[in-house]
């Protein structure tokens, strides 16, 4: 189906525009460089028009979360539906068109981008040069921005984790952050959002001076959580009639075949585990592309396995020192993420999208194990370098 890709719009000028505030705003927020966060905008904007047009010629699941948000025949659920009823704001409520919706949505991905680039840059600050370089030139992988700029689960799904890396950093400071964070990955995979909640109970309930009454409080609230989440998961994954292990088994393997048909699909369900792992972390390969899309995510591909060598080489030689973050709870929730995610998903494609809801969490933990950390000579005189190490040490 055509859609009006006109950048003479009324809409598209708006939202384009307000993009630029909305750059200003978190820049601040995140403590980022204003050039810096324009030029993530502009680019990570440029593959928003990049979708766009390849959804006018390919079609898509973006044309079709517009085109049902303009007409609503479904009962509010949260998934697909819910990103119906989302975009139906912008579609139906504000009369934007189909290239005005995907910069509104390009928005929430950008914000993510930010987000995980600030992050980054606070994990390697004292770092070495080298490294430094990588963390700033790894937010321009081609996969990030491309599937996060476009109307669908996949730009909510990555300001979420986003946001929760953020939130990581200074996870007692920050941790109101997952509030919004959480709701909105319920919105659009409710559950990642379950994991989401595990992942930060265990973490809340590992901490040794945390006191029992705020121990007790956190206890209460997620056993409430999941008695209303657990059973809405349940429903959207099709788990409920999981009773035994032989369900079980029988439920993954019948995930694992669904959308084998086309050219990413990969029988992922036969495989061990480990090597499920790292075929949803880092396939396809550049000799299994057949289209362009599969090119530029093999691309990126290998710069992810160079990442993860390096980082895992960090991990074994404990080159790494904490800044802050609880690194815990980023392990819980990214491996948990990952564990089932790989063992429920045959579709390369799909694993091509879905994979950015916790990738950049790893990537995290894995660039923070290279290299060493500089050593700070503590002999400051200067009354502003004092003042420099002591902004540095409250961001």
Not at 167 to 196: D, E, F, N, Q, Y
Not at 338 to 348: G, K, V
Not at 358 to 375: A, E, H, N
Request: hydrophobic share 50%; aromatic share 14%.
């Amino acid at each position: 189906m055509a859609y009006d890709l006109s950048l003479l719009d009324v809409g598209v000028i708006v939202v384009f525009l307000f993009g630029i505030i909305v750059a200003r705003l978190i820049s601040i927020y995140f403590q980022a460089n204003f050039t810096r966060v324009i030029v993530l905008y502009i680019w990570h904007t440029s593959f928003c028009f990049l979708y766009a047009w390849f959804i006018t010629q390919y079609g898509g699941d973006a044309g079709g979360n517009y085109q049902n948000s303009l007409s609503l025949r479904l009962p509010f659920m949260l998934g697909t539906a819910g990103v119906y009823y989302f975009t139906s704001i912008f579609s139906s409520g504000l009369g934007l068109s189909f290239l005005a919706t995907s910069l509104v949505y390009n928005i929430f991905g950008f914000i993510g981008l930010v987000a995980f680039d600030s992050s980054l840059h606070f994990i390697v600050q004292d770092k070495k040069r080298t490294v430094r370089q990588l963390a700033e030139l790894i937010v321009f992988l081609p996969s990030i921005s491309f599937w996060s700029s476009a109307i669908g689960k996949d730009a909510l799904a990555f300001l979420s984790v986003s946001l929760v890396l953020w939130a990581s950093l200074k996870l007692k400071k920050r941790i109101w952050i997952i509030i919004p964070a959480t709701l909105i990955m319920l919105l659009v995979r409710p559950h990642i959002a379950g994991i989401l909640i595990i992942s930060l109970s265990i973490t809340i309930f590992w901490q040794r001076n945390i006191s029992p009454l705020f121990r007790f409080a956190i206890g209460v609230i997620t056993i409430i959580t999941c008695f209303y989440l657990v059973p809405i998961a349940i429903t959207y994954s099709s788990a409920e009639n999981i009773l035994s292990s032989k369900d079980l088994k029988k439920y993954i393997h019948q995930r694992a075949s669904y959308n084998m048909e086309g050219e990413g699909s990969v029988n992922i369900s036969k495989l061990p585990v480990l090597l499920q792992v790292g075929t949803y972390l880092f396939r396809p390969l550049p000799f299994e592309a057949r289209k362009f899309t599969f090119l530029a995510a093999s691309l990126d591909n290998l710069v992810l396995i160079y990442l993860f060598i390096a980082g895992i080489n960090g991990i074994i030689k404990k080159r790494y020192q904490s800044r802050g973050e609880n690194r815990l709870f980023l392990w819980l929730y990214s491996l948990m993420t990952l564990l089932i995610l790989s063992t429920t998903t045959a579709n390369l494609g799909i694993s091509m999208r879905q994979k950015w809801m916790f990738t950049p969490v790893l990537i995290l933990l894995m660039i923070s194990s290279i290299g060493k950390r500089q050593i700070v000579s503590h002999k400051l005189t200067s009354p502003a370098a004092k003042n420099g190490l002591a902004y540095l040490e409250k961001t």
